[in-house]
């Protein structure tokens, strides 16, 4: 039976180790070996506060 599993990203660019959503997801989806078949969605989301912007994004993948 599939798991159906969510990660969050989030990245604000206000730290030098700050990366970004991309380079987050890629290493994420690369370590945990996870194929293109297996993304449900991939939703982004970005706000600001305060003078700081916020860019958020939720992968919802399954498992085996």
Known sequence: MDKVLTKHFQYTGLDDYDESLDSQMNAFLTENNIRPEQVID?????HSS???N???ALLIYKTS
């Open 50 to 52: 305060g003078g700081i």
């Open 42 to 46: 991939l939703e982004y989301a970005a």
């Open 54 to 56: 916020t860019y958020s």
